[in-house]
């Protein structure tokens, strides 16, 4: 016969050993200065987020360092060594925290040292930081307050990025780029010192161009975020004189979408959007190929609402252009795609989608995409949403005045049923 298993021993962990938020065995206790105890990850998690002390909502000071309770860690060790026969996990002493200070200061001497080769000092410098990043929230937020940090990681970046190499240095230069973009991209840098080293450091933008290009796709995804981030922080004057490379990799991006992380690929769709605010990069995205791949991305069923909004959003700043205009029309279903998610999506996006089919019908409305307009459904829709009180009055305005614009060839067409022939906008 065989034996029946063993039924498991329960035991009762001490209310004092368990942290307040997660409600399991503290690895790692710490004390803030209200006097209440919590597990080190889950106490650094919540001051990310709140400037309080969870259990008696007490102000804690935004540069508070909880103190270490090693004579609370000892007797959670203890005990669990005690009952690991009942199947309690052991409990490690935690490694020691790393100088984050010194970290960068070694970064700083490595990187200035400089050589036409990257160093091996200046590679394992940003392995040593990178790995301290990678530990937790609060070591990322450390290394990102260090005086001079972000600059100096933005300054080996860029380097590397567009440093000449020889065919024997190409590996390391690369090496050097994609540590230094790993652990630049992973910080929570305040978008007042983005700002700053964004307009400090003019090589940034071409640097991040080619880690787009010459990358891994992990590397290209983090290039990708990263440039989202400081177009951000870029001001008008550098954001209207951005360079063709910008875009064309942009729409790379994008037409390679199936491989690439949808964070990127939305990353890449804030870029072309908060770009072609400006006629001049309207005109180089639409020469970089951004029309069509926009509109093929409409027709991807799976993707996030969010995305489609973008993709409409940036359609609708390309045809603030003749260009952008001209290659949605050239598109064999570019207008009817715009006009299929006007209704299908949200009223960001409907409000998107009537905002381009307007440019087109008064601008780039030839005796053709006039007809195309209503065989494709889009006059139809167009009348949806003038009569529907479910979207915002601008956009049922913008509606009803496109479907004004060619009135004489839309109000009587044979693709138009006859009801919303009958509430058609005089």
């Known amino acids: ?95 020691p925290r790393a100088d984050v200070a010194a970290l960068v200061s070694r970064l700083h001497d490595a990187a200035a040292a400089g050589s036409t080769a990257p160093q091996p000092q200046l590679l394992a410098a940003l392995r040593e930081l990178r790995d301290v990043a990678a530990e937790s929230d609060r070591n990322r937020k450390l290394v990102a307050a260090v005086p001079g940090a972000v600059d100096v990681l933005a300054a080996v970046f860029a380097a590397s990025a567009n440093a000449k190499s020889s065919e024997g240095t190409a590996a390391a230069a690369a090496a050097v780029r994609d540590e230094a973009l790993e652990v630049v991209s992973s910080l929570q840098v305040p978008e007042q010192c ?17 880690a787009l290009q010459r990358s891994s796709a992990a590397s290209r995804a983090r290039a990708a975020l990263l440039l989202e981030r400081v177009t951000a922080a870029l001001p008008p ?30 990353a890449a769709l804030h870029v072309l959007v908060r770009t072609a605010a400006w006629g001049r990069n309207r005109v180089k995205a639409v020469d970089a190929g951004a029309v069509p791949v926009l509109v093929d991305m409409l027709f991807d069923d799976g993707a996030e ?15 603030g252009c003749a260009e952008g205009r001209a290659d949605l029309v050239a598109h064999g279903a ?20 009537v905002r ?14 006039v007809q195309e307009m209503a065989h494709a459904g889009v006059v139809a829709t167009l009348c949806v949403v003038a009569q529907s009180e479910q979207y915002a009055e601008r956009t049922r305005e913008r509606a009803r005045e496109t479907l004004r614009l060619h009135a004489r060839a839309w109000r009587t067409s044979p693709c138009l049923h006859h009801h919303l022939q009958a509430l058609y906008p005089c």
């Open 194 to 210: 983005l700002r700053r080293v964004a307009e400090t450091n003019e090589a940034l933008v071409s640097a991040l161009v080619s």
């Open 237 to 266: 004057s550098r954001l209207a004189s951005l360079p063709e490379q910008v875009f064309r990799e942009a729409v790379e991006l994008l037409r390679d979408r199936p491989a690439v992380s949808r964070p990127a690929t939305k």
């Open 305 to 319: 609402r969010r995305a489609c909004e973008l993709v409409l959003a940036a359609l609708d700043r390309l045809c």
């Open 1 to 95: 016969m065989e034996e029946e298993p063993q039924p498991q021993v329960e035991v009762e962990v001490p209310c004092y050993f368990l942290c307040p938020i997660s409600l399991s065995i503290m690895r790692d206790p710490v004390t803030l200065p209200t006097g209440i105890t919590y597990d080190r990850d889950g106490i650094e998690r919540w001051l990310l987020t709140a400037a309080t002390c969870p259990l008696t909502k007490q102000p804690v000071p935004a540069d508070c360092d909880p103190t270490p309770n090693h004579t609370l860690r000892r007797l959670i060790q203890s005990w669990c060594a005690l009952h690991a026969a009942d199947g309690v996990d052991r409990v490690h002493t935690p490694k």
């Open 334 to 353: 570019g207008v009817a795609a715009v006009g299929r998610k006007a209704l299908r999506v949200s009223e960001v996006a409907t409000d998107k989608a």
């Open 356 to 369: 381009v089919l307007r440019s087109v019908a008064r601008h780039a409305a030839t005796a053709a995409v």
